[in-house]
């Protein structure tokens, strides 16, 4: 039994509102367990922090430096005639009449202001953001970037290694996104081209406001999504309620365990020692079945 | 010489805004004709990024030599007024401007570098 949709490629994105709620935990286990059935590819898209491989044990295949385009001001060539300044839409460039003043870390790498620039003055130039590492076993490829520290902007890497996902994905992969957690520009980045969603979320107050705000995004977004119960029989019932009430589907609970919080803090994986843990993965697995 | 402020709103009773690049006015007093004038700078709410560079900008174009405000501007909007040659002074936050200005022909004011 292998999980495949018409295209032979399933995306599934693992993402959440509130931080720390299991999406790597989830995300690492879901990887392993299925990867005796069929080929699979993890990637890490929490750029910031990157932690996925942390629990999977895997050799390194390959590594390449990650840049974006900036524009670089070429004073010699500049009219200051100021478009540059206009076309921005991140006020990334500032005209100040003698100097044309660019911050890479408001830049979006749009090109607009190099394309658009008469004199030819703001030709874009490489700029390092970080690294992306491929690893593989045999049976999970598993791809990581990391932002170099100081880069702000998550979102061109982020888009990047989605397209090195995509070039690596061979028909019957099973493509398991981590995302980073929130609901802002990173996350839209990186659950966008997912064919499904899986929020994770815990049943406490902090999960249930934040789990609010993500099913607000992926409905912006169109998404299909379900939410995935974690630490359930801490807190209180909200989640399920709001859930109930909005038709949500939640489609497993993972039981509050010590054991689980032992063995994740100690680099291990969780699916082979605990039961219950195994079941939810066997019901999240159904769901990426279905069509 | 003209001389800008941040401003809440748009006249010499208006109260420093303490913000510097989403300040609410940006107002400019030209010492040479005693008049001043008001930018409503307002729609800088929409922006979610670079409101510093862009206010900054604003002042560039208005050729003011000098900036008074509350906080100070952020790291962006200071190299920014820095190249346009533009002294930033701070601390004016609880000032009306024409309180402002008194305050700083009197010196009271911290020069921002």
């Known amino acids: 039994m292998t999980i495949k949709n018409q295209y032979g490629i399933v995306k599934i994105a693992i993402a959440s509102g509130k931080g720390g709620t299991g999406k790597t935990t989830l995300a690492t286990n879901l990887a392993a367990y299925l990867s005796g059935k069929q080929k699979i590819i993890l990637a890490d898209l929490d750029v910031e922090e990157p932690n996925s491989g942390l629990f999977i044990r895997v050799e390194r295949k390959h590594e390449e430096i990650m840049y974006k385009m900036i524009p670089g001001w070429e004073e010699d060539k500049c009219t200051f005639c100021g478009l540059c300044q206009e076309v921005c839409n991140f006020n990334a460039v500032l005209n100040m009449g003698k100097l044309i003043l660019v911050y890479p870390e408001l830049c979006h790498s749009c090109y607009a202001c190099s394309e658009l620039c008469p004199e030819g003055a703001l030709p874009m130039k490489k700029q390092r953001m970080g690294v992306l590492k491929h690893f593989s076993n045999g049976k999970i ?20 290694t989605l397209d090195y996902v995509d070039k690596h994905s061979e028909n019957e992969s099973l493509v398991i996104l981590d995302s980073p ?106 769901y990426i079945l279905e069509n | 010489m003209k ?77 920014a007024l820095e190249k346009a040659g533009v002294k930033i002074y701070t601390g004016a936050e609880k000032m009306k401007i024409k309180e402002a200005l008194e305050a700083f022909n009197n010196n009271q004011l911290k020069e921002y570098n």
């Open chain 1, 141 to 160: 490829n598993f791809i990581e970037s990391k932002l170099d520290i100081g880069q702000e902007q998550a979102v061109p890497l982020i888009a990047q």
């Open chain 2, 3 to 79: 001389i800008a402020f941040t401003a809440k709103g748009p006249n010499w009773n208006s109260k420093i805004d303490p913000r510097f690049g989403r300040t609410e006015y940006l107002l400019v007093y030209d010492t040479s004709t005693e008049e001043l004038k008001s930018i409503d700078n307002r729609d800088i709410e929409n922006e979610a990024h670079g409101a510093g560079p862009k206010t900054a900008g604003l002042i560039y174009e208005s050729e003011a030599e000098v900036i008074i405000t509350g906080n100070g501007p952020g790291e962006n909007a200071a190299r």
């Open chain 1, 181 to 286: 957690p929130g609901t802002s520009c990173p996350v839209i980045e990186a659950t966008k081209e997912a064919d499904k969603i899986l929020l994770v979320t815990e049943p406490t107050p902090f999960g249930l406001h934040d789990l609010k705000l993500a099913v607000e995004t992926m409905e912006k977004l169109d998404k299909e999504f379900v939410v995935v119960l974690n630490r359930y029989g801490v807190g209180n019932a909200g989640v399920e309620e709001y859930c109930k009430e909005n038709d949500i589907r939640i489609i497993a609970m993972i039981p509050d365990d010590r054991q689980v919080a032992e063995l994740y803090a100690r680099g291990k994986l969780v699916y082979k020692k605990s039961s219950a843990f195994r079941e939810a993965l066997d019901r999240i697995a159904e």
